[in-house]
């Protein structure tokens, strides 16, 4: 397959709201810094992909129509992505397709999101669910992934405080990473004590909804050898999907279990095939998972092959994949637990494992990390997505 | 260029259908994915990614795949939704197969735009809201503008606007691909009446695409042979709308530069409007600017009567791609050319005035993808 790799990476400092910019001007920002920081202008890129999850939450139909000349795409060839939570990732996979499939040698992957526009994105992902059956819930995506918490917490032992130290770890590297949206570090008491928003999920083990933008610019192996610019190679990409219905992972004829994440794990394992990835622990310096809840990261962590089906939370409680602890650190920049903007959060795992692997992740860079994985999830846990990036193109040893 | 060479081996699509009232959007996906499968001689078990197309506007779900995935065989496979039209989900499904990424993928695409209370109002919500959503700017509104600008450069034909309007209602009839209208010829977008636009319809498509090294003996392939797409700027205002810039570059690139329009055999083209059916032939390469009528109206233009008299929306230009492979395959039934054609061009629009563009071309040969 055609080499390709992540030679420029941008995002903005994200936050709640923007209001002196619009959604167009917010994906150009982006751009410009990716552009900019891949040597390259617009002359240079062949295709455009656009991250863009529902309509709604930007409150425009098509939205990614809207920016094109704020990006200089005129006349080029642009596309988006919609897979839900996991579009940045699919969206960074897609531009990879687009470089790996011969026809192009530089696309820019470039979006934004603005989710607190929508002033309630909780009754927007409501629409997610089939109308008749179980929108009445009424599911979202808290309701949804408290159950799946309390199914992991069931299954595995775990309670309300290991989830509390998730948030702990998290905040404590976000707080070192300048584009983060939660950057104040809090205790596990401080965490227990926020309020209940769906059990055994608490304010604080929520991610915030966030306005920003991020973009990358990937280049074929001849293009980016001639850039002089630091390569994240895209080693493997995977992506799978699971069951739309949520009452098909409970009861004696589930499909799946919402303890576990097995359609990740074949979305990683697909990804890690394809880089020659087969112990993950120990071949692994960094995994930007995506885990918008302190619950989910659990079973991320356990999908990804980190470790053992529930053993991540005794893991986490032992000080593990925490910045400076041995062995693989999990979401060093805080996560999507600390910012998402759901449009382009997946991007911002690939941009994040691309600053690791070339050693430009200043203050939360994982010592020495040459090899790392981005994982992304869409709609109700149904989209899965994973990409293995590395700074070389040798076998990953 | 690919030295890769790629096919669409199945083809299916639900009925042309105004309102489909006994089947859900999952039965729809369901039916359509089946009978490509069918069509290409495979089960859902030989397929290794899967690509959906949605629009999330209309039929009043946020993220309409999740619903669908199920239906397209797409638990345990590698998905992606291509949001922005069908027709990218169709050049996606390509680039897939050209980068190694799958050896057969299944293209799933739909429209149930009869869920939805008010499609116009949807419609109009992909108006940015500061200017364009308060000039009250649609579809509609779009392909008027479009429509005037052309017929103030070129002047209006109104007696070829009807002989338009009668072939292409003639082969949709004939074909089977016509959707009834409420339509009375009362001007919704001046110069447009609502005898000029596309009548809307319910409709699930798919499509079967692998690799060379994957088509078997008993398969019908038409081989892909250009792909194009562009995206030209959101604002009217900065695009010539006497013509269909994106849908040029569309056309060139997938064209490659060694091949013209016009030595194609068949052409199945997206019309925004009757008048905008002038300016896509023209775009496309089958005619100088202003020279769109007479092309328009040729026999290998639109065997299946095109989209004006059933447009299933976001998959209307993913259709008109389905109908060209039919051609080259020889399988386009009634609305099939003779002698079969040994070539064909798809063209598909999407945006207020076709903002954006892509292009397809096949053969009965493999070559290679421009």
């Known amino acids: 397959m055609r080499p390709v790799g992540i030679i420029g990476v941008g995002q903005t400092e994200f936050r709640k709201t923007r209001t002196d910019v619009t959604y167009p001007e917010l994906v150009r920002e982006g751009a410009r810094l990716a552009l900019s920081d891949a040597g390259v202008t617009m002359d240079d890129v062949g295709a455009i992909v656009v991250p863009l999850a529902p309509d709604a939450l930007i409150g425009i139909g098509n939205g990614e129509r809207w920016c094109i000349e704020a990006i200089g795409a005129q006349g080029k060839p642009s596309m988006r992505v919609n897979t839900g939570g996991a579009t940045g990732l699919t969206a960074v996979i897609a531009g990879y397709t687009h470089i790996a499939s011969g026809l192009f040698d530089v696309v820019l992957v470039a979006g934004a999101d603005r989710v607190s526009e929508s002033r309630s994105a909780q009754s927007v992902l409501n629409k997610m669910w089939d109308v008749a059956y179980e929108r009445p819930y009424p599911l979202n995506t808290i309701t949804m992934l408290a159950l799946a918490a309390q199914r992991y917490n069931a299954k595995y032992g775990a309670d309300e405080r290991d989830l509390a130290r998730v948030t702990v770890k998290n905040r404590r590297h976000a707080a070192l990473n300048p584009y983060a949206h939660l950057r104040t570090p809090i205790t596990e008491d401080e965490v227990l004590a926020t309020r209940m928003i769906s059990w055994p999920l608490k304010l604080a083990d929520l991610c915030p909804s966030s306005t920003g933008a991020g973009a990358v610019v990937l280049a074929s192996e001849d293009f980016a050898r001639r850039s002089g610019r630091p390569v994240a190679w895209i080693r493997g990409t995977g992506q799978s999907s699971e069951t739309f219905w949520m009452g098909d992972r409970v009861g004696p004829a589930a499909l799946g279990d919402h303890a576990d994440a097995e359609a990740l794990a074949e979305a990683i394992n697909r990804s890690y095939r394809r880089a020659g990835i087969t112990r993950p622990p120990e071949q692994i310096d960094v995994a930007e998972l995506y885990a918008p809840f302190s619950s989910v990261e659990l079973h991320a962590i356990e999908a990804a092959g980190l470790c053992a089906k529930g053993e991540s939370f005794g893991r986490i409680a032992a000080g593990d994949f925490a910045l400076g602890a041995p062995g693989p650190v999990v979401n060093p920049s805080g996560g999507t637990l600390c910012t998402n903007p759901i449009a382009v959060t997946g991007l911002v795992r690939a941009a994040e494992v691309a600053l690791q692997v070339t050693g430009r992740a200043d203050a939360r860079q994982v010592p020495g990390a040459s090899v790392g994985v981005a994982t992304a999830i869409g709609g109700d846990h149904q989209f899965y997505a994973s990409m293995v990036l590395a700074n070389h193109l040798e076998e990953i040893a | ?370």
């Open chain 2, 1 to 370: 260029m690919s030295d890769q060479s790629i096919a669409v081996v199945g083809v299916h699509h639900t009925p042309y259908r105004k309102t489909v009232e006994t089947q859900s959007l999952e039965e729809m996906a369901f039916a359509a994915a089946r009978g490509a499968l069918a069509d290409a001689g495979l089960t859902i078990a030989d397929i290794d990614a899967v690509v959906l197309s949605t629009t999330d506007q209309v039929e009043g779900r946020v993220i309409e795949s999740m619903v669908v995935n199920g239906a397209a065989g797409g638990v345990s496979r590698d998905v992606t939704t291509i949001a922005s039209s069908g027709e990218h989900a169709f050049a996606y499904a390509c680039l897939s197969l050209l980068a190694g990424q799958a050896e057969r993928v299944l293209v799933v695409v739909w429209s149930k735009q009869s869920e939805g209370l008010d499609p116009s109002h949807a419609d109009w919500l992909g108006a940015e809201p500061f200017l364009l959503r308060r000039l009250g700017m649609t579809s509609v509104a779009a392909a008027g503008l479009q429509a005037s600008a052309y017929n103030a450069r070129y002047g209006f034909d109104e007696a070829a606007v009807r002989s338009l309007r009668d072939v292409r209602q003639a082969a949709a009839a004939a074909a089977g691909n016509l959707v009834d209208t409420d339509a009375t010829g009362r001007v919704v977008a001046w110069p447009l009446t609502d005898l000029d636009l596309p009548r809307s319809c319910d409709m699930a498509c798919a499509a079967v695409l692998t690799t060379s090294g994957h088509v078997t003996p008993d398969q019908q392939p038409a081989w892909i042979r250009g792909i194009g797409w562009a995206t030209g700027s959101y604002d009217l205002g900065d695009r010539d709308l006497t013509t269909f810039e994106s849908l040029a570059t569309a056309a060139r690139m997938a064209l490659g530069p060694d091949r013209l329009a016009t030595d194609i055999d068949v052409a199945e083209i997206q019309e925004i409007s009757t008048v905008g059916a002038f300016a896509a032939a023209e775009a496309v390469g089958l005619a100088p600017p202003g020279g769109g009528p007479d092309a328009a109206l040729a026999a290998a233009i639109n065997p299946s009567g095109g989209n004006l008299f059933a447009d299933p929306g976001n998959a209307s230009g993913f259709l008109r791609f389905l109908q060209a492979a039919q051609q080259v395959r020889g399988t386009a039934g009634p609305a099939q050319v003779a002698p079969q054609p040994r070539t064909a061009l798809a063209a598909a629009l999407h945006g207020f005035a076709g903002q954006g563009a892509a292009v397809i071309t096949f053969a009965v040969h493999p070559g290679g993808v421009a």
